[in-house]
Each structure stands twice: as structure tokens, then as C-alpha cells.
């Protein structure tokens, strides 16, 4: 199957404990197409950059046979801009600056060719903004996932919920599910989010992993452990690309296949943060993803027979 | 094989945002010795309680085959208690009250038929104690696990470090592994942790699961999702008290063994949390542990094949 997706294509400057950088490739659809390219799942991208960006960006997605055609190029306008500063721990960040630019007044136009998509993947931006793209499919995608965070709860008001409310598969993380649902047991605040729309509801926990609800069922997998996380930025949107491209590739939305999804992002994730920005998530086969995926089978597998 | 627990036998008086005890049934190896019941494991306890300890406290673990032998009442004494106060999220909680009392000067008396116990778990307790406990067995347990804190780590000095060389699984949580090693990532806090002594560290991580590292490989679980924790107290004893049990029962110290022991552990610590206290591990059947386990394997089953 196809699938679509729309989000930021971006610069990014990141400083971790281990360096920094200047401005290199960034933004949600590129590592959501990235992922998806692993897996050589028919993914075209629906995004906005400046006349700024480097053709060079550009034909590293083509490369990957990650399709463009949807990406529109602002001439005299200025590619989105972020830079941040992760603490110690990796785990929290400041954001130093953030330069909206040609995302400010970015109109999604979907190829025709996409325009029949299966699944739809709407990376992390504007509400109003992915809620434009699903009404500009042909037909509702069999798939609807959304992946969104705590800003939009801030500032997304009513045009979040009605997002919400057409959506199959929510990502968020543990503290934008209690933020969302008012509940802070996580079990509690899956129940409530289902009521707001989502059929699924996958709750991100980053070193700790990641959880799925479904009508009353649950799927939790651990994070791998890692001797160093080098640079956190792009997991979250690295991990929903893998989720969505395995969905796309396979056609099987079953919550069976939605784990195996699962697993397929968590493992993308964990090489996304072994080098700044897209740098390693770019350069990995399919066979390291299999790798890496039955190192996870490994590391959580355990016999329960007990002789009581 | 036999297994002796040398820990607290206490009071508690506890407080959560669901309400609030008087002085109740508490201590490390009160719980150890109820999660050991449950698997019919040969248990026996070495402790101290003061003339203050209610009869039917101890009829309670007598009744449950808890060996008791080695717990000393000191008639003028008076049972250690603890009283503490959870936040409402209960990953954290202020202790209101500490009295030490007859652990004060405990002085631990092991009884002749359990100084051969081929599996010795030293509850949390002053690492003195456990030392002096361990100096006592008539000759070396097969497998020495050790349950410590981060008070112990502020405090215990030397004589913790020297506890810490004498064993062969440590059990703590990821802050204290953290303090033990200096290490952020708990991959690398573990490498560290084995060159004090222990072959087996076990990361505890609460509502997140546990790790168990050994040789260079990993086996992580999730904790079981809750819609409601109730009381957190007693989980980590309940916790070290399963897995314990589990080995001494089978025989097998294998890392595959572990694993499955970790889940007794981690199983019987999610019912722990349903109730105040020790009120609910005290009335769980095997058939429930049984039970609760399936549901651990059920959480985290997922398969990996992908064609690619």
C-alpha cells in the first residue's frame, strides 16, 4: 500500500554533551521518509522548505526513492528552523531558537498520485495543517496516524480535538497522554483517549519504551538498552515512520501487526540516536533492521512454566 | 533448596492519595517470606521485632510456612517502624517518621537448620548485618542476592562496598545503580557494577520494569500496566522475594532462569500495589501468580519476521 506523509522537512543545529552542530538536515518527514525507505515502502512526502535548501537534501531523499514531488520548494522564502540544547541526561532539552518560516503560511498540496494513499501518516505539526491534508484525499485513507505533542495541546485548542477525533493511531508520549486524557495512570488516560477518537492509542516513554492500546488489550516493549544515546532528536518521528511504513508494506492493520510495526520503529530509533540528526538513520539496510529486531526478540523473551 | 531471608519485620504506617493505615504489618523480609509462600519455596526468615509485635502477625507467616525460627523478639523492645507519605504520582514519597528501635542493635542469630541454605537473600538492612549474616552460613551459599539502597550508599561506606563484593545478584533501582556507578546509562552503570562483585544486576525502574544484565547480554521486561496503583510500598521486597523464591524452588541459577524469575517477581509485585501493605500478597494463590504471569507473556509476545 502507499504511504503518505506530511510534515516539516527542516533545518536543525543540536548541541549535545557529546558536540553540536551547525545547521544540518532535519524536520519530522525526513526521518519518517528515511525510515520508511528501510523498509522500501512506496512513501511520498508532503512538505514546504526555502529557496535556502540544498539540493543536496533533496536528492538524498530521492536517493532513497522517497517521493518529493509533494514537497514544495518556496523560493524566496526561508526553510523552518530549529536549535536546541539537550541536557545531561538526554532526556529534556531547551529549544534555543525556532524559525517558523516557509511552515508560517504552508498550504499542503497532495500529488494526485498520493491522493489515493492507504495510510496516512500526519508527522508532528500544525493541527489545522494535517487536518487540511485528510480532506484532501481522494478517499479517507484506510489508515489515519497521527502523531502530535504537547505545544498543540497548549495552543491546538478545538482544531486538535476534531484532528483527534478523525484519527485511528495516536503517538504521543507518556506525559502528553496524561496531559491529554487528565488521568495519570496510563491505563486510565488510553481509556479516555480512545473516547476522543483513536481505535489505538501508542504511548512513547523513550529510554523506557513504548506502549500500545486496543479494545482492552495492551502490548508493551522496553526501549534497547544503549551504551550511549549520542542525540535523541528525530527518534519520536523516526519510530512513528517505521510504525506506519511497516503498516503500508504489510496492508495488515491487525493489532498482531501493529506490534511487529512497533518493534520495526522501536528498532529504527534506536540507530537514529547513535549519530547527530538523520546522519545514521541515512545509512541503514534492511538487514540491519532485521539485526536489530531480533536483538530486541532476545532481549525480551522468557519462559513462564512454573511448577506450583 | 532452602532459602534464607535475613530483613525487616516492621510496622508501617502509610499514606497515599487513596487514603491512609495505622501501624500495619510491614518489612522486607515479611514480604520476601509471603511472595516465598506463594511458590511453597522452604523459607526461612532471620529477624528481629520488639515485645510490641502482635502474636497474629506471626501466626500469619507460620501459617504460610514461613519459618520463623529466626526471628528474635526482644520483649523489651520495640518493632522497628516507618511511616511515609506517597505524592500523588507514588513514584515518590517523604518518610514522616523512622524508629529504628530493635534493629538498632540487631545482631542476627542464624538457626542451625537454615545455615545450610544453598540461597541467601539479604533483604534491605544495615550492609553490616548482611555481611554478618553471610559469616554465619556454615559454608557458602550457592547464590548470594542482595537487596541495598541509596541510603546504604550515602551511609554504608566500606563495609557496603565489601557486602557488594561478596555477592553474586544485586537488586536496585536505576537512580541507585546510577550513584553506585557513577554511570548515567544504565548499560554502562551495570558494566561498572559488575567489577565491585555481582555476576547478575538487576535494575529495578518501578512503573517502567526491570533490567537483568549479565555477561554482556540484557533481558528487559515492562512492569504490568495498572489502572490504579494503590500502594507502592513492599513492591521491591516483593519483588526480590519472588525472584528469590522462584530460584531456590527450581535449582537453577541460569540466566535463562533468571529471566523467568524476574517475572515471578515482577508478577507478584503487581498484586502487592493493589492494596495497602502486605493485604494483598498475603491472600494470592499460585494458581494467580500463574495467572498474572500468562498476562506478562501475553503484554510482551510479538513477532519479527519481515520480508524485506
Redesign the interface.
Known amino acids: 500500500m502507499k504511504l503518505l506523509v506530511v510534515g516539516s522537512v527542516a533545518f536543525d543545529a543540536i548541541e549535545t554533551p557529546f558536540g553540536k552542530t551547525d545547521k544540518i538536515l532535519g524536520g519530522a518527514a525526513t526521518f519518517i521518509g528515511l525510515a520508511s525507505s528501510i523498509?522500501?515502502t512506496d512513501v511520498s512526502l508532503v512538505s514546504v522548505v526555502g529557496g535556502d535548501f540544498p539540493q543536496e537534501y533533496l536528492d538524498l531523499l530521492t536517493s532513497k526513492n522517497v517521493n518529493i514531488d509533494g514537497v514544495e520548494i518556496v523560493k524566496e522564502g526561508k526553510t523552518f528552523f530549529w536549535s536546541g540544547k539537550y541536557h545531561?541526561?538526554l532526556n529534556s532539552r531547551d529549544t534555543l531558537v525556532t524559525e517558523v518560516n516557509v511552515l508560517e503560511n504552508f498550504e499542503p498540496k497532495v500529488p494526485a498520485h498520493a491522493q489515493d494513499a492507504e495510510v496516512l501518516l500526519l508527522g508532528n505539526l500544525h493541527p489545522g495543517v494535517q487536518l487540511s491534508v485528510l480532506e484532501k484525499m481522494a478517499k479517507r485513507p484506510k489508515l489515519v496516524i497521527l502523531d502530535t505533542m504537547n505545544f498543540w495541546m497548549d495552543t491546538g485548542g478545538d482544531v486538535l480535538m476534531e484532528m483527534i477525533a478523525k484519527t485511528d493511531v495516536i503517538t504521543i508520549n507518556d506525559e502528553e497522554a496524561r496531559q491529554l486524557s487528565g488521568e495519570?495512570?496510563?491505563?486510565?488516560a488510553a481509556q479516555k483517549i480512545h473516547t476522543l477518537g483513536p481505535q489505538y492509542v501508542i504511548i512513547k516513554?523513550g529510554e523506557?519504551?513504548a506502549?500500545l492500546f486496543h479494545d482492552g488489550k495492551?502490548?508493551?516493549?522496553?526501549?534497547l538498552?544503549?551504551?550511549?544515546?549520542f542525540d535523541p532528536t528525530g527518534a519520536g518521528d523516526t519510530f512513528a515512520g517505521g510504525f506506519a511504513a511497516?503498516l503500508a508494506k504489510?496492508g495488515d492493520f491487525s493489532f498482531?501487526n501493529m506490534?511487529?510495526a512497533?518493534?520495526?520503529g522501536s528498532a529504527l530509533a534506536s540507530y537514529t540516536v547513535e549519530k547527530f540528526g538523520t546522519e545514521r538513520i541515512a545509512e541503514i539496510t534492511?538487514e540491519q533492521?532485521?539485526e536489530r529486531?531480533?536483538e530486541?526478540?532476545q532481549?525480551?523473551?522468557?519462559?513462564?512454566?512454573?511448577?506450583?
Open positions: 523498509l522500501k545531561n541526561d495519570y495512570s496510563l491505563v486510565k516513554k523506557h519504551g506502549l495492551i502490548f508493551a516493549i522496553p526501549a538498552p544503549l551504551e550511549e544515546v511497516h504489510t498482531e506490534k511487529s512497533i518493534i520495526v534492511a533492521l532485521k529486531m531480533a530486541f526478540k532481549l525480551t523473551t522468557f519462559e513462564v512454566d512454573l511448577d506450583l
